[in-house]
């Protein structure tokens, strides 16, 4: 029987190449590919998730975490199709329009990869009607942005509002160093996260996992 404890501790310490072995031999042992999904990928990032909330693992353990995590995914990924695995839930994401900083918002889309849900990253630069655009089309449950710049955080406001107008059935939430939870309430905006870990939980919530 594969070791789903050996392929989370892989993920954690961020071994690629044990993840990518560990990932197959568990596929071709036919173990479940949900399994291998939750109890190996998912609980290693779980885990990476909760010290980087607790300041015991830093920035880049978190992004060789989520490089170990894609490398077993891309031979996951057609093995979860097959067997009709449904994601978490779908969220659009991006870096609002004037905003080019996109470390914290990439950190953010990995989270979220990494327990389970499909992201759509649409990059930095985006506007309140691209984000409305794509929510439509894809039918996500969740829009997430975030802001770097004082400057540009006004944008987050105009796609809550244009969100509302257009009576989207979408959560909002928001994230990013100069953001707040005031600021969120202040906007109507659905949640704020301060931190990557953070925003998992809250997606989570949002959408009532
Ligand atoms: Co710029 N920059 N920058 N910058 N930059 C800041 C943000 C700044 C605070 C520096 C300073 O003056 N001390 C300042 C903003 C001042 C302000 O408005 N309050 C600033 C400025 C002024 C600028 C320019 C205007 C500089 C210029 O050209 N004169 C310019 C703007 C360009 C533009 O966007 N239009 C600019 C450009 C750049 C670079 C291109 C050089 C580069 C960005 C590279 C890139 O992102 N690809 C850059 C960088 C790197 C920074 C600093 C140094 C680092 C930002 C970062 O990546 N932090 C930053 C100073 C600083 O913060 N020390 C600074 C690490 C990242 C992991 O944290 O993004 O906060 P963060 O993400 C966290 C949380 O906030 C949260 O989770 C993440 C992980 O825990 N989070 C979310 C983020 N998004 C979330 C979304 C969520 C939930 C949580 O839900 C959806």
Redesign the pocket.
């Known amino acids: 029987m594969a070791d789903m404890k050996a392929l989370s501790e892989a993920i954690i310490n961020g071994d690629q190449a044990a993840a990518l072995v560990l990932t197959k031999s568990a596929i071709s042992g036919n173990v479940p590919a949900e399994i291998i999904l939750n109890e190996g990928l998912i609980a290693g990032m779980n885990t990476i998730g909760e010290r980087?909330k607790n300041n015991e693992v830093y920035?880049p353990e978190v992004l060789i975490a989520a490089r170990a995590m894609k490398t077993a995914m891309e031979v996951l990924e057609p093995k979860l199709i097959e067997a009709g695995v449904e994601p978490v839930g779908k969220a659009v994401?991006g870096t609002v329009q004037?905003?080019?900083?996109?470390?914290?918002?990439n950190?953010?889309a990995m989270m979220l990869k990494g327990a389970g849900f499909d992201v759509i990253d649409l990059g930095?630069?985006v506007s309140a009607q691209k984000f409305l655009e794509k929510a439509k089309e894809t039918k996500a449950k969740i829009i997430?942005?975030?802001?770097?710049?004082?400057?540009?955080m006004s944008s987050m406001e105009k796609t809550v509002k244009a969100v509302k107008d257009a009576g989207l059935s979408v959560k909002t939430?928001?994230?990013?160093?100069?953001?707040t939870q005031n600021y969120a309430d202040k906007i109507g905006a659905d949640g704020?996260?301060?931190?990557?870990?953070?925003?998992v939980d809250?997606a989570k919530s949002l959408i009532g996992k």
């Open positions: 980087f920035i994401i004037g905003d080019l900083h996109d470390i914290g918002k950190l953010v930095v630069d997430g942005m975030s802001a770097l710049l004082t400057t540009t939430m928001i994230g990013g160093a100069p953001v704020y996260a301060p931190d990557a870990a953070s925003a809250l």
